[in-house]
C-alpha cells in the first residue's frame, strides 16, 4: 500500500482554507507542510465556503511543492463530505481531531480507500495525522498508530486533552503525556508531531525556538504552527546543525579508522563513542539529508 518512506514534517502550517489570503500567505511560508483548517479555525457558517476553497488551494499549493493536509471536523456528517473534498482535490493527507479508538480509523481509512478509488487516485495516498484529545484515545494511542498503514503521525491536542484531563494546559503539565506519545510513535514507526510548549508564542520567537529545541531533545519529528514567522524556526529547530553534521561526519570516519583496526568502540572529542553513538551519527546524517531533499 505505502512504498514510500515517512514524510519529512519539520513545520506544517495551520491556514484557515476560507480566507484567501491567508492561502495566499501560505504559498510563501517555506513550511514542509500546509494544513488547510476547515475545524477549528473555521465559523460553523462558513464550513461549506471553506470546503469548496479545497478544489483550487490544494493543487495550488501542491504545485509550489508543498505537502497539503486538510484538519478536518470531528463529527461524522460534516467529516464524510471534507473527506471527499480533500481526496478530490488530491490532498497529501488529513488531519483527524479527537480520534476515539483503532476502529473509528479502521472506519476512516476505508471511506478514504473508496473516495482514492472513485476519483483514480492511488490506494494510500492519503495519509493520516491522528490527534489524541482525551484520555480514553491516550490509553490505546498505540493501537490507534497501528490502526492503518496511513498513519504518518501522531499528535496530542494539548488544549482539549487537559481540559479532558481536568487539567492546566501548561508546558509542566503536558510534558509527561508528550512524552509518552512520542514514546509510541516511535514504537508504532511514525512520526512524533509537537511542541513542548503552545503554538501561540507569537510576540516572543526566542522562547518559541526554545520550545522547539526541547521538543526536538524530546524526540519530537517536527511540529504544527499557527503563524508564518514560526515556520523558519522550526525548519531550523529539527534540521541538524552544521556543527552537528560535521561532527556525526568526523565521528563516522573515526569509527571506520577503528573498526579497520579491529575496535568496536573508540575515544572521540573526548568521550566514548560505541555503537549507540554511532547509530545516534548516522541518524543526524540521515536527517540532513532527507532536509536538504526537502529544501527548495
Known sequence: MFSSPLPVWRSLLYVPAH?????????????????????????HEQKAQARGALAEAIPRLARIGYDVLVRVNGPLEPMAADLRAAVLAGASGV?????????????????????????????????????????????????????????????????????????????????????????????????????????????????????????VDMGFAGATCIHPAQVAVLNRAFMPSAEEVSDASALLAAFDAARAEGRGALRFDGRMVDAPGVARARRVLARHAASQRRMP
Open 19 to 43: 480566507v484567501p489570503r491567508y492561502v495566499a500567505k501560505a504559498e510563501v511560508c517555506g513550511a514542509d507542510a500546509v494544513i488547510l483548517d476547515l475545524e477549528d479555525g473555521v465559523p
Open 95 to 215: 488531519v483527524l481531531p479527537k480520534v476515539r479508538g483503532a476502529a473509528h480509523l479502521e472506519a476512516i481509512d476505508e471511506q478514504l480507500g473508496l473516495l482514492e478509488d472513485a476519483c483514480g487516485a492511488p490506494l494510500g495516498r492519503t495519509r493520516i495525522i491522528a490527534i489524541i484529545e482525551t484520555p480514553r484515545a491516550f490509553e490505546v494511542m498505540s493501537d490507534i498508530a497501528r490502526a492503518t498503514p496511513r498513519i504518518a503521525a501522531l499528535m496530542l491536542g494539548g488544549g482539549d486533552f487537559a481540559l479532558s484531563c481536568d487539567s492546566r494546559a501548561s508546558a509542566e503539565v503536558l510534558r509527561v503525556p508528550k512524552q509518552l506519545l512520542v514514546i509510541a510513535a516511535r514504537a508504532a514507526g511514525v512520526l512524533p508531531l509537537g511542541l513542548t510548549g503552545g503554538l501561540d508564542v507569537l510576540d516572543d520567537l526566542d522562547a518559541f525556538e526554545r520550545a522547539a529545541q526541547q521538543s
